[in-house]
């Protein structure tokens, strides 16, 4: 028998849960785009916004995914043949070089694999070799959302620093924002991405990109910039119609100020990194229990290089696709689909799960969520080992003496 009717939980890194505040925020009849409520509404949308990536920097608001907002940093800071030097550490690291690449951009690639996250001293050596000074910017993921790989941001602008190198940092954080620490000024961070549907609670469609005044310098020579993806308008434009260059996205709008209402104004953005990082260790424990006594592991064995917002685990088979199956259809909960872990005798990474613990997501939702996972692995007799809802259990209680 199935025993997933009732609340359906999307587990998957992107888009999250979205709260039912956030949802009734959207649903109301369209609001004058010209003037009154929506244009006040909008104004204080971008202190909060700020807050989220702790920059006194400016953001820039576009209708459109993650894949947008890769373009539209892109094409601010380049010209067609200038140098990137683009680091991966998953499937999203290739994702943006392409991206790069495909805009006429020069990419260098340094890739760290799917296991082992940035190798400062292979980019310390990259940084040195360029004499000249031709890479403009170096591109990196905060988390690589297939791998679950987190990347240490502030090291990368010491590498930079240590070299004497000009280059601009821009980071894409879409998983990450608002679930893993980010402190963009504080780290040094040029350029930064996120969208509406990971860690900030609001459906897709809308994307973010927050820049400093070094990244504006090189936006002033930009070949590649088009009058839609400059963000200079955006920023600065006379009107609000400049701020989204033609009809503002009235209702993602309205969802973000609730979603923003949430984690500045009520939880606050430092709590929010600590309640990620115990929920993401309640998942930690409970799949390293279940690995010893089954085939069940986490991608990355070192905890300092673990997102917070999502966790890749392999299971060596694709008992991991029949594990997501039976938690769809008879638990009600999603697990992400494994991504870019491909292999040989693993063309389509049939032997990867991803779950997200990123957005609206609270201590009885993750510790439901690896129950289920248990349940799954009884029901299909995958071998695991045992303890592993009591540890998660004491992490959470552990975490909740915390001050
Ligand atoms: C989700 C994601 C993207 C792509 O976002 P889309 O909205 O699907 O275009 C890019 N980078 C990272 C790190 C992501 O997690």
Not at 58 to 73: D, L, Q, T
Not at 179 to 197: K, L, N, P, T, Y
Not at 232 to 247: A, L, N
């Amino acid at each position: 028998m199935s025993l997933g009717h009732g609340r359906p939980y999307l587990a998957i890194p992107g888009p999250s849960v979205m709260p039912d505040r956030v949802l009734n925020a959207m649903h109301r009849a369209a609001p004058n785009i010209y003037e009154g409520g929506l244009i006040d509404m909008v104004d204080t949308l971008y202190p909060d916004l700020r807050t989220v990536a702790q920059t006194s920097g400016n953001v820039a608001i576009y209708i459109g995914n993650g894949h947008a907002a890769w373009e539209a940093a892109l094409v601010n800071v380049f010209s067609r043949g200038d140098k990137a030097l683009a680091l991966a550490t998953g499937r999203f690291g290739h994702g943006w070089s392409e991206a790069a690449q495909g805009l006429g951009i020069k990419v260098e690639l340094l890739d760290f694999g799917r296991q082992k996250g940035v190798d400062a001293n292979r980019l310390e050596a990259a940084l040195r070799a360029d004499r000249q000074h031709e890479i403009k910017a170096v591109l990196s993921t905060q988390t690589d959302t297939a791998s679950s790989i987190r990347t240490d941001i502030a090291e990368l602008r010491r590498v930079l620093d240590a070299c004497g190198h000009p280059a601009l940092l821009m980071v894409d954080c879409i998983a990450s924002l608002g679930c893993d620490r980010f402190e963009m000024d504080h780290w040094g961070v040029d350029v930064m991405i996120a969208a509406s549907q990971k860690g900030l609670m609001t459906p897709p469609g809308l994307s973010f990109v927050w820049f400093n005044e070094r990244a504006m310098e090189h936006h002033e020579s930009a070949g590649l910039v088009t009058p839609y993806w400059n963000w200079k308008p955006r920023v600065s434009g006379e009107s609000f119609y400049q701020k989204f260059d033609g009809t503002a996205p009235t209702h993602h709008l309205f969802g973000l100020r609730e979603a923003l209402n949430m984690l500045v104004h009520e939880e606050g953005i430092k709590a929010a990194w600590a309640r990620h990082a115990a929920l993401a260790r309640a998942v930690w424990v409970a799949v390293e229990c279940w690995g010893q006594g089954g085939p069940v592991y986490l991608n990355i064995a070192d905890p300092g290089l673990r997102s917070h917002a999502v966790t890749s685990i392999g299971l060596g088979s694709p008992d991991a696709a029949r594990l997501r199956r039976w938690l769809e259809e008879t638990a009600g909960v999603t697990l992400g689909i494994g991504l870019g872990m491909e292999t040989e005798a693993d063309p389509k990474s049939q032997n990867w799960l991803r779950i997200a613990h990123m957005g609206h997501v609270n201590a009885h939702m993750v510790l439901g969520l690896l129950g289920a996972i248990e349940a799954a692995m009884q029901a299909l007799s995958i071998p695991h080992g045992q303890g592993a809802i009591s540890a998660a259990a004491r992490i959470i209680a552990k975490a909740s003496q915390e001050p």
